[in-house]
């Protein structure tokens, strides 16, 4: 192997990180307010419930999801050029990344949050808890162990999204793959990435499940 | 002085099927400070509604709850929320932070308040030592059995030194031993710091060993309150006849007439059915018998049946000579 391969797949390696952990980070950030609205305004929900703020997003939810994210990404690249200013590079790989990634996550944050059961928070209500207090010390505490569960299969999915924009000039591990191992039929730089890939979502995912366990205090 | 009033209180749901039930119909109740008030109903019976209604948890659909003089459904959110932190609860299932140690679960409700660290600690160690649990509190509740877990509970619900605490079926889910340790606990509660608690119960047992009143929910509807002793001793509705004599007269036929006698003191010490028994000659069967306990005084029950119609004069002779208390019902 050249020092300029190697030097190719570690940018790569990079750039595959930096699209993976921005993404997730954003898909957070914008995911975790809404899926505390979701449960917030949920029918049958003993905080706020309001059915037509729920109706809305999970609609909102469900539109975005069910757009492939190659056509997805490629769909908005007006939008991603009006943001980043370029629709090329794995800068401008986040956007599509983040758009994509935003509802599955509110969706994996809402599914833990429903694992609460109704007693605690009616507890919390009891002691005279208001709705910041619910979310904080009874939805986000009693399902961290499943929140973390969840950013690991986010992780890895986005991981895989983001392999996939290399295909349209996304950057990365996958980029790579396209652009070496499929285009110039270097079979070694395909089983390369291939074996790169398959590494860093098992780290994720292995991250995602010790921390799991070390913030589960329901099986000791 | 009534700490807790409820007026004209009525609630109805709505079925999935669009239909409505009717959970409460206009009952009327009043706590007084201080005292150990039992409400007791058999289960689907609207008592947990009840319950839940005196700290607004479910809204009434007509009728009013008046805590400390001031009507809870027309007070404003803050106002609720203080009003919550003077009224503790205790649940079936314990409802704790399962994620959370015992000391913060205990503390949970200081937080809530923006109680400074420094005494949100003593407080809880304080409170740690009330329900003997010092050496759990770095512990999760899941790793604790379920009467620990309900102590947990009732520091949490202590913490802010609410005056009323109410307790919606406390102790149902534990075992017999575990139930006297919370009573007395409950107890202990309510006679040194002055708390008046609220205890909703299907269990009799539970009221008679600790409630200084009762009120029995049947259908909906509040048919009968009173001291424990006088309900005890002279139940008037049907309700309250079937929570007192269940136990006793489960497996008798029905329309089996039969005798519920209550005896105490030095009658308790005599051989009372051996005497009826050669005296009157009838032989009666003794269906069911029990030593109580009711507001520390200790009583016998008794449920006899006779044979004949005939011998039911003679029976009833030898129990008013002999000054025990009895009641003569039909087995619905």
Known sequence: MSPEFILLILQGILETLYMTLGATLGAYILGLPLAILLVVTKKGSIMRPNPTVYKILDTLINLLRSVPFLILMVAIIPFTRFVVGTSIGSSATLVPLIVAATPFVARLIEQSFEEVDKGIIEAALSMGAKTRHIILNVYIKETLPSLLLGLAIASTTILGYSAMAGFVGGGGLGSIAINYGYYRYENGVMVVTVILLVLLVAIFQNIGLYLNKKFDHRRR | ?332
Request: net charge neutral.
């Open chain 2, 1 to 332: 002085m009534s700490i807790l009033e409820v007026k004209n209180l009525s609630k109805t749901f709505k079925t999935s099927q669009g239909n409505d039930f009717v959970a409460l119909s206009d009952v009327n109740l009043s706590i007084e400070q201080g005292e150990i008030f039992g409400v007791i109903g058999l289960s689907g019976a609207g008592k947990s509604t009840l319950v839940r209604c005196m700290n607004l948890l479910e809204k009434p659909t007509s009728g009013e709850v008046l805590f400390q003089g001031r009507i809870l459904s027309r007070m404003r959110q803050k106002e609720l929320l203080e009003a919550r932190s003077d009224i503790g609860m205790i649940f079936q299932s314990f409802n704790l932070l399962n994620q959370s140690t015992v000391f913060d679960n205990i503390a949970f409700p200081l937080k809530i308040k923006k109680w400074k660290k420094q005494l949100i600690t003593d407080r809880v160690e304080q409170l740690l030592r009330l329900v003997g649990l010092e050496e759990k509190k770095n512990q999760y509740p899941p790793q604790l059995s379920g009467g620990q877990k309900q102590r947990v509970a009732i520091a949490r619900a202590l913490a802010t030194s609410p005056s009323l605490l109410l307790l919606d079926e406390a102790t149902s889910a534990l075992d017999p031993s575990t139930t006297k340790d919370i009573l007395s606990l409950l107890k202990t509660i309510n006679r040194e710091l002055g708390v008046t608690l609220v205890i909703i119960t299907h269990q009799m047992a539970v009221i008679e060993a600790v409630a200084d009143r009762v009120a029995i929910i049947d259908n909906s509807q509040l048919v009968e309150v009173g001291p424990v002793r006088d309900i005890f001793f002279n139940p008037k509705s049907n309700a309250a006849k079937r929570i007192l004599v269940s136990e006793g007269t489960n497996d008798l036929p029905t329309h089996t007439t039969y005798y519920r006698l209550i005896f105490q003191g030095e009658k308790l010490l005599q051989p009372l059915m051996a005497s009826l028994v050669i005296e009157t000659k009838v032989l009666v069967n003794i269906f069911y018998a029990n030593v109580k306990t009711i507001v520390d005084a200790t009583y016998g029950e008794m449920i006899i049946t006779v044979s004949q119609p005939s011998e039911e004069v003679l029976v009833e002779q030898f129990l008013h000579l002999n000054n025990i208390n009895f009641t003569k019902e039909e087995k619905q």
